[in-house]
């Protein structure tokens, strides 16, 4: 059964990233939300959490941010409302790292 | 029409006071063992503040609802998890929290810890292994 | 796919009622049902009818009324939240003593058991917090 994780913080603000890419199992999802997005960003402390990860992140969140996603960590999905949508239907359950 | 029960995990991670989620969890928490699930809850990241003994809420005001956590045996809520890590970070053991109990009617009403304590990758596995997953 | 949308925060303090209509909306728009919205800690500010945010920005609680108009959607407000923080109906108001009522169009106020319920019937529940 595959999981899909939401983080919607800052990881230079909380530790819900942490949690989140250290608790992941093989075969879930991780989508970067709201002021998650931040983790998102390549050469930040924040992006030696991902590796190895199925990671995406919400385009909407990144541009009202200014994030362009040449910024972005390679390897990372840029999704929409519609593609978060079926992330979950994809995934069994979903855990949100308040 | 879904018939077939549930695993539901109500996952804490939020320490008490500072804001409500921790007491309005456990309303849900409350609530929700009448519906006949198979209901587990887990304390983790700061949510394992909420088991700390003695609490004496008096000087801020506030409802102390503490002693709420040692009815869930009563309600049927024998799964407790506790994130080893998050204590060890926190410098606490179990020793500082609550030690929870219930009453195993099919073994005479012998008492039984309610708490089990649980590695990261522990915890990873359970909740890996649940249908729906409420957050607070 | 059947959801249930659970939203902790209210309007305009933080992003999650923002996020949770742009997913709800998605949803639907995809042809999937939304068994219900429950809205629980401040997320019921999400149903007083008397907000007035500037003119030049989103209306979030008309937002939602106008949703759950087109698609005759289950939105309800967890009652002890609501209690709490003074979202009331004329249930509530007759009850409680209250003089007022502002609850907006299309939400409704229940006990926590429609949460529950909501992730019993539903293939998925998705929670939006801080």
Known sequence: MAMLHLVNKSPYDACNLDTASSIMKSGDSLLLIEDGVYGAVKNGKAASLLGGLKVSVLGPDLAARGISEDKLIDGIEVIDYAGFVDLVEANDKVQSWL | ?136 | MKLTIQVNEGPYQHQSSDTAYFFTKAALEKGHEIFRVFFYHDGVNNGTRLTTPPQDDRNIVNRWSELGKEYDLDMVLCVAAAQRRGIVDDGEAERNGKDATNIAPGFRISGLGQLIEGGVQSDRLVVFGD
């Not at chain 2, 809420?57 to 709420?68: A, D, E, H, L, R």
């Open chain 2, 1 to 136: 029409m879904s018939e077939a029960v549930k695993k539901f995990m109500y996952i804490n991670r939020k320490a008490p006071y500072g804001t409500i989620y921790a007491w309005e969890a456990l309303e849900v928490v409350l609530i929700g063992a009448a519906f006949e699930q198979d209901v587990s809850v887990t304390f983790m990241d700061d949510g394992v503040y909420q088991l700390m003994k003695d609490q004496d809420t008096s000087g801020i005001g506030m409802k102390n609802f503490s002693p709420t956590y040692a009815a869930l045996g009563d309600f049927e809520i024998t799964k407790i998890y506790v994130e080893k890590e998050s204590l060890e970070e926190r410098g606490l053991s179990l020793d500082d929290l609550q030690h929870l109990v219930w009453e195993d009617e099919d073994e005479d009403w012998a008492e039984k810890d309610s708490i089990r304590l649980v590695s990261r990758t522990e915890l990873a596995d359970v909740l890996a292994d649940q249908d729906v997953l409420f957050n607070f």
